[in-house]
């Protein structure tokens, strides 16, 4: 039986305290430490992940996947394809028959509701390994990579650049949650809807119109596909919308000297990224990739058994 009962599933990065991300960055650098040094740690032996995948992944199906044989479980991959996810099945069956086998899932899909439905039917906690509208796992690695390369984020100021997605909502949530200001520009129509943000979230956001104001003095600047998954209908509208939206030298130049750079991958350089700035000494992607391997190990730890 977990400590958390009901389950403590992560649908979105709010679902955690600040003290509880403090608990969780120092417990994901502790286990980095420790995988570097071959040391093993397997608070999950005889355990299991399952994941589901409605959307395609590199990133988190092997992080996920190869965190959790270093913890020293087993993981299972469904796909929409090759599950009854794909023909129908209620989901709230699908959490049912899944949660009375998995001691984990993380579940990659289309609506927030979809997760929602899933956990509020789950017996073991859920993951959230991607939504339209979040991507929790991610930012918790971005925040872990800046915290190791730059000390503490309270107080920082983050850029984000870009169309206003599952990135662009989960870093709102970490700027009021984590206390730093997160500076927004966005083309025309494709901004954050600034009603449906409570008001600790707009105290701790700014927005602006040109996306070189917005980098100004900055600590990190992050950026984001134009067209995300699921969006593909909307192509050829948004490469119109975004063109001059990459984030260049020229904004890395008018930032803090020691700015760094984040995007979650995958990357199209020449449209959100020049190539000189992923590529460049600034670019911190290759570890924030990494990170999320880290991060999710002290996740899944935290969810299934507290603090350890
Ligand atoms: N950043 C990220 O989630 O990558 P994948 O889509 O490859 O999992
Ligand atoms: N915003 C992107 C992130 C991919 C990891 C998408 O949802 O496709």
């Avoid at 590529?279 to 969810?303: C, F, I, T």
Wanted: hydrophobic share 40%; aromatic share 10%; proline share 4%.
């Amino acid at each position: 039986m977990s400590p958390h009962t009901p389950p403590r599933h992560y649908l979105q990065f709010s679902d955690f305290s600040r003290e509880e991300y403090d608990y969780l960055l120092a417990r994901a650098r502790w286990i980095k430490a420790r995988t570097k040094r071959f040391e093993p740690h397997r608070p999950f032996a005889g355990r299991t992940l399952v994941m589901v995948f409605e959307k395609a992944s590199t990133r988190t199906r092997l992080s996920f996947e190869i965190g959790m044989q270093q913890l020293g479980g087993t993981a299972v991959c469904l796909t929409t394809q090759d599950s009854q996810f794909g023909r129908g099945e209620p989901v709230e069956d699908a959490a049912r028959v899944i949660s009375r086998m998995a001691d984990v899932v993380m579940i990659r899909t289309f609506a927030q509701s979809i997760v929602e439905r899933f956990a509020s039917h789950s017996r073991v906690p859920l993951i959230n390994g991607l939504t339209n509208e979040y991507h929790p796992c991610q930012v918790l690695a971005d925040v872990l990579t800046f915290v190791e390369q730059r000390g503490a984020i309270q107080g920082k100021t983050v850029t984000w650049v870009g169309d206003a997605n599952n990135m662009c909502n989960t870093w709102v949530q970490a700027a009021r949650v984590l206390d730093f200001q997160l500076n927004i520009a966005s083309p025309e129509g494709y901004g954050v809807a600034q009603d449906k943000l409570d008001a600790a979230e707009r105290t701790h956001c700014q927005f602006f119109t040109d996306p070189h104001d917005a980098c100004r003095d900055s600590h990190l600047i992050t950026t984001d596909v134009w067209t995300s998954m699921g969006f593909e209908a909307e192509n050829e509208a948004r490469k119109a919308a975004f063109t001059n939206w990459c984030v260049e030298a020229e904004m890395m130049a008018i930032a803090q000297p020691d700015v760094l750079f984040m995007h979650c991958l995958p990357a199209h350089r020449g449209e959100e990224v020049a190539a000189e700035v992923i590529d460049g000494p600034q670019s911190a992607v290759w570890d924030e990739a990494e990170n999320r391997l880290h991060a999710q190990k002290a996740l899944m730890e935290y969810v299934v058994f507290g603090k350890l």
